[in-house]
């Protein structure tokens, strides 16, 4: 997981970023779509539901525990930009990461988040 120096700055005390999960039903399948958000620390951390993906000394991120399986050991680069005064942070990832992460059809992890 790497997150960019401008995503370093942008991150303000007490936030950390996050990996969601949202179930999407598939047929008789439960696949899923990961988002990435900002949350309050203090609240992540005390959840079961997530699971600390960076180190104590670098920016906090998590992802929900039905998205870290498929993000674990995938080259990851998380970047900021701010639109009208406000901040998005946003990831590499392909915008169906999750659909395709649950039908097996993500390239291999050494390539990178492939193309969005």
């Known amino acids: 997981m790497h ?7 942008e ?3 007490g936030e950390a970023l996050v990996f969601d999960w949202h179930r999407i039903a598939i047929c008789c399948a439960t696949a899923g779509e990961v988002s990435l958000r ?16 960076s ?3 670098e920016a906090p991120v998590f ?6 399986v498929h993000l674990v050991e ?10 009208l005064g406000r901040r998005r942070f946003s990831s590499d ?5 999750g659909l395709r992460a649950v039908l097996g059809r993500l390239p291999e992890a050494t390539q990178g988040g492939g193309p969005r």
């Open 3 to 9: 997150v960019t120096e401008r995503a370093r700055s």
């Open 11 to 13: 991150l303000r005390e």
């Open 38 to 53: 900002r949350a309050r620390i203090g609240a992540i951390e005390s959840s079961p539901a997530f699971v600390r993906m």
């Open 55 to 57: 180190g104590r000394e």
């Open 63 to 68: 992802a929900h525990r039905h998205a870290y």
């Open 74 to 83: 995938r080259p990851v680069t998380i970047d900021c930009r701010r639109r």
């Open 93 to 97: 990832l392909p915008s169906d990461f």
